[in-house]
C-alpha cells in the first residue's frame, strides 16, 4: 500500500513539478542590460555613478549647494526599475522628466528606515513597479546621514532652518536650528526596463 503511494507521489511531483518550475521561469520577469551605463551613451553630472563600479563614490552638493544626480539617456526610454547603491542618502526623491510636459514628476520618495541593522545607512534601494517613459532621472536629496545640525543665533539667507528654539535648558536663548549639509554620496544608479524577447 505504501509503496504504490509513495510510487503515485513521486509520479505526482514529477509531473507537476517540473512543468510548474519551467512555468515559474517563463512568467518571471526579465530585465534588459543596464543602460544608466556610460558605455550605453548614458550622460551623468558626477562620473562615477553610472561607471559599473561599486567602489567608486559619487559626491555631489554640500555646504547650501544642491545635492542632485542626474541621468540622461542618449534617446527616450522605458523605465521600470532603478536600483540605487547608497552610501549616506537619507531623504530623498526620485524624479523622471516628463517629455510631454517637461516637467519633472516625483515617481519615488524616500525616507530611510531606522532599523537596519548593522550599517549606519541602508545600502541599497529598490525603485520598482514603475512605467515611465523619459529621457532624464534626477535624484533630489534633501538630507543625508552626515548632516548636521548646529544652533545660530540668527537665520541667514539660503540656511535650512529645522526650527526655532526660544530655550536652552531654563534660560532665554532664542536661536535657530539650521541645517549643515554634507555633501550627498551614492556608489551606483541601475536603470533597467523589460527585456524584448
Known amino acids: 500500500m505504501y509503496g504504490r503511494l509513495s510510487g503515485f507521489s513521486f509520479f505526482l511531483v514529477m509531473c507537476i513539478g517540473l512543468p510548474g518550475c519551467v512555468w515559474l521561469s517563463a512568467l518571471s520577469?526579465?530585465?534588459?542590460?543596464?543602460?544608466?551605463?556610460?558605455?550605453?551613451?548614458?550622460?551623468?553630472?558626477?562620473?562615477?555613478?553610472?561607471?559599473?563600479?561599486?567602489?567608486?563614490?559619487?559626491?555631489?552638493?554640500?555646504?547650501?549647494?544642491?545635492?542632485?544626480?542626474?541621468?540622461?539617456?542618449?534617446?527616450?526610454?522605458?523605465?521600470?526599475?532603478?536600483?540605487?547603491?547608497?552610501?549616506?542618502?537619507?531623504?530623498?526623491?526620485?524624479?523622471?522628466?516628463?517629455?510631454?510636459?517637461?516637467?519633472?514628476?516625483?515617481?519615488?520618495?524616500?525616507?530611510?528606515?531606522?532599523?537596519?541593522?548593522?550599517?549606519?545607512?541602508?545600502?541599497?534601494?529598490?525603485?520598482?513597479?514603475?512605467?515611465?517613459?523619459?529621457?532624464?532621472?534626477?535624484?533630489?536629496?534633501?538630507?543625508t546621514v552626515d548632516d548636521d545640525i548646529v544652533p545660530k543665533p540668527i537665520a541667514e539667507p539660503g540656511d535650512k532652518v529645522v526650527n526655532r528654539k526660544l530655550t536652552v535648558g531654563r534660560l532665554y536663548i532664542p536661536h535657530y536650528r539650521v541645517i549643515d549639509q554634507a555633501p550627498a554620496k551614492i556608489r551606483e544608479v541601475e536603470v533597467y526596463q523589460l527585456a524584448e524577447r
Not at 558605455?39 to 563600479?53: C, L, W
Not at 545635492?67 to 523605465?79: G, H, M, N, S, T
Not at 537596519?116 to 536629496?141: H, K, P, S
Open 29 to 143: 520577469t526579465q530585465w534588459s542590460e543596464n543602460f544608466a551605463l556610460k558605455s550605453f551613451g548614458t550622460e551623468a553630472n558626477h562620473p562615477s555613478i553610472n561607471d559599473g563600479k561599486l567602489d567608486t563614490v559619487a559626491a555631489v552638493g554640500g555646504s547650501n549647494k544642491p545635492r542632485i544626480f542626474i541621468l540622461k539617456f542618449p534617446e527616450a526610454k522605458k523605465v521600470r526599475r532603478i536600483i540605487i547603491h547608497n552610501e549616506n542618502l537619507f531623504w530623498f526623491h526620485v524624479d523622471y522628466l516628463d517629455m510631454k510636459t517637461s516637467e519633472w514628476e516625483t515617481c519615488y520618495s524616500m525616507r530611510q528606515r531606522r532599523n537596519i541593522g548593522t550599517g549606519r545607512t541602508q545600502t541599497q534601494y529598490l525603485v520598482d513597479r514603475l512605467n515611465v517613459e523619459t529621457n532624464m532621472i534626477r535624484i533630489d536629496v534633501s538630507r
